[in-house]
């Protein structure tokens, strides 16, 4: 197995499973960028992206660690060499997990609205992640090279099948409660109000044997078995 192909089984669960959460990066842009920012190896420091130290503002899943290396950027058409500190993370998906909320930035609209994986390589462009102008051609190349588009139908089936899932739980709980006030409702119509006037010697003789505590509010069928039982000298 390639070291491209290795590094792909690696992250790929990780990257279906933030898109199936909800995350706005196709898993197709999201590999093909994490090869192209690292060569294809997971870096100690588990930064996928490139992520910057940028403002400094701790998240929930970047705890302030950094790690100065050697990197380039692209001013006036020019390639400089220069020394960067980047943020440095205990995950790959706490690096993901990150970037996502860099993502919902104003700045970044474009890349979360895209609707397809080369609309989104091109926006992440054009909306500055990277100064070098080819960098959205460059993901595009290496979504088709390696097929990676198939994370992203993945991603789809898994999503399809949780949002049927949850249909069938809400129709399942919705006729539950139908089910529920079905029930209140003949159990409603069983309750008399009152006692009927044919059963109240066999309620009276009931209460006095200590076999009723509280005779108002039965139904039709209590009325009647008491009326039975007390005929029959049962009670």
């Given at each position: 197995m390639s070291a491209a192909a290795a590094f792909i089984?690696?992250?790929?669960?990780?990257?279906?499973?933030?898109?199936?959460?909800?995350?706005?990066?196709?898993?197709?842009?999201?590999?093909?960028?994490?090869?192209?920012?690292?060569?294809?190896?997971?870096?100690?420091?588990?930064?996928?992206?490139?992520?910057?130290?940028?403002?400094?503002?701790?998240?929930?899943?970047?705890?302030?660690?950094?790690?100065?290396?050697?990197?380039?950027?692209?001013?006036?058409?020019?390639?400089?060499?220069?020394?960067?500190?980047?943020?440095?993370y205990d995950s790959v998906e706490d690096f993901f997990r990150d970037q996502d909320l860099l993502f919902q930035l104003p700045r970044y609209d474009r890349v979360r609205l895209a609707t397809t994986p080369e609309q989104q390589a091109d926006m992440l462009q054009k909306c500055g992640y990277a100064t070098d102008p080819q960098y959205g051609e460059k993901l595009k190349r290496i979504i088709d090279n390696y097929d990676l588009k198939r994370y992203d139908l993945e991603a789809e089936v898994e999503i399809t099948v949780i949002e049927g899932l949850r249909r069938q739980v809400e129709q399942l709980a919705a006729e539950n409660k139908r089910l529920q006030q079905r029930v209140e409702k003949l159990e409603n119509r069983a309750k008399m109000a009152a006692v009927p006037e044919w059963a109240k010697e066999a309620v009276d003789a009931a209460v006095a044997a200590g076999i009723v505590d509280t005779p108002e509010g039965g139904s039709y069928d209590f009325y009647r078995i008491l009326t039975v039982m007390y005929r029959k000298g049962l009670i």
């Open positions: 089984v690696k992250i790929a669960p990780v990257v279906v499973k933030l898109r199936v959460e909800g995350s706005p990066i196709f898993p197709s842009v999201r590999i093909a960028q994490a090869g192209l920012e690292t060569g294809w190896k997971i870096p100690e420091h588990k930064n996928m992206g490139g992520y910057k130290v940028g403002s400094g503002q701790l998240t929930p899943y970047w705890h302030g660690k950094i790690v100065n290396k050697g990197t380039w950027e692209v001013y006036d058409g020019k390639r400089v060499d220069v020394t960067a500190a980047f943020r440095a």
